[in-house]
């Protein structure tokens, strides 16, 4: 399957710093990339949509102001964390896809545990 | 109503047997149908998709759609100690939509 990079893979930070998280595709052009977050032995939980160029979309309830996504290139996204706060630590993951149409599949990167002091 | 459901489990299986998972979505029209494993710690791995209504085997896996039943499970045979894990159904309509994973553990 196609590759997803993504780094770091874990962070551990003070509360009031920022965090950026990449996510690359390796071997593939990613037009749509998905931001996801995961709490223990909870399921994903979308956070925001973003494609190549144009300002990601954000699932409700997700501040656009604290999560900042930047879809610079067809491989590159990343995901800044602003003024992280304990209640941010979860698992990070990105996926990505090389086509917007919903039926391409996804592949995910190895996922960012942020744990905030 | 949520959009993909699963039992959570735990469903617990012995090697060598079948491990059975569920999978039940609300959107008529939705179009695709995958199946991902999540290791604790870990992301989401993809080991199984289908479109079609049936059966597509590979390996130890195969997975069953029935659109009119808007229903679609994971059969896993000769089930193994590393196959313990989190299985995620998703499923794409104008999204994905992903279930809350069943836990599987398979034990030796």
């Known amino acids: 399957g196609a590759v997803v990079s993504q780094h770091p893979s874990w962070v551990i930070c003070k509360s009031g710093t920022s965090v950026k998280i990449e996510c690359r595709s390796l071997?593939?052009?990613?037009?749509?990339m998905f931001w996801y977050r995961q709490f223990p032995k909870q399921s994903l939980m979308l956070m925001a949509t973003?494609?190549?160029?144009?300002?990601?979309?954000?699932e409700q309830g997700v501040e656009k102001d604290k999560f900042l996504i930047n879809h610079a290139s067809l491989t590159l996204s990343t995901l800044t964390v602003t003024s992280a706060h304990p209640e941010d630590s979860s698992f990070y993951i990105c996926?990505?896809?090389?086509?917007?149409?919903?039926?391409?599949?996804?592949?995910f990167g190895s996922g960012t545990q942020l744990s905030v002091l | 109503q949520k959009e993909v459901e699963q039992n959570s489990g735990p469903l617990s299986v012995p090697e060598g047997a079948i491990a059975s998972l569920n999978c039940t979505y609300s959107?008529?029209?939705?179009?695709?149908f995958f199946w991902y494993r999540q290791y604790s710690g870990k992301s989401p791995e993809l080991i199984m998709f289908?479109?079609?209504?049936g059966d597509k085997e590979d390996g130890r896996f195969t997975a069953q759609l029935n659109k009119a039943s808007q229903y679609v499970s994971l059969l896993i045979r000769d089930s193994q100690p590393s196959d313990s894990a989190t299985y995620l159904c998703?499923?794409?309509?104008?999204?994905?939509?992903f279930g809350t994973g069943t836990s599987l553990t398979v034990i030796p």
């Open positions: 996926s990505a896809s090389s086509a917007p149409a919903t039926n391409e599949k996804l592949f």
């Open positions: 071997d593939f052009q990613a037009t749509t």
């Open positions: 973003s494609n190549e160029g144009s300002k990601a979309t954000y």
């Open positions: 959107d008529r029209g939705s179009q695709s």
């Open positions: 289908i479109y079609s209504n």
């Open positions: 998703a499923v794409t309509s104008n999204q994905f939509y």
